[in-house]
């Protein structure tokens, strides 16, 4: 299987994307070398190979959850001139219609 160069320009404007011709003709050299390689794969054995949803086993490292003291409301909002009585005070960035 090989890309053409109709089909880069193609695949360039489905994405809104401008190229000039030495980049589309780049892309097209680009774009079959990892066919190839891709091709190359294929020519493994892999019959006796069980497939992996990922390549390396991992597993979730949990830690207990520790109540522990944290930094005072006070102390966090003393540096600050934009606070409420319990809060940072920071500018609006949603709109409402």
């Not at 890309?3 to 680009?30: G, P, R």
């Not at 990922?54 to 606070?83: C, M, Q, W, Y």
């Amino acid at each position: 299987m090989s890309v053409t160069k109709s089909e880069v320009e193609h695949i360039a404007k489905l994405a809104k994307l401008k190229f000039n011709d030495y980049e589309i003709d780049e892309y097209t050299t680009q774009l079959n070398q990892i066919l190839e390689y891709i091709d190359k794969l294929n020519e493994l054995n892999t019959e006796n190979v069980k497939p992996l949803s990922h390549p390396i086993a991992g597993e979730n490292v949990f830690r207990e959850d520790v109540l522990k003291e944290s930094i005072s409301t006070e102390d966090a909002l003393k540096n600050t001139l934009n606070k409420n009585a319990e809060y940072f005070k920071v500018p609006k960035v949603i709109k409402s219609n």
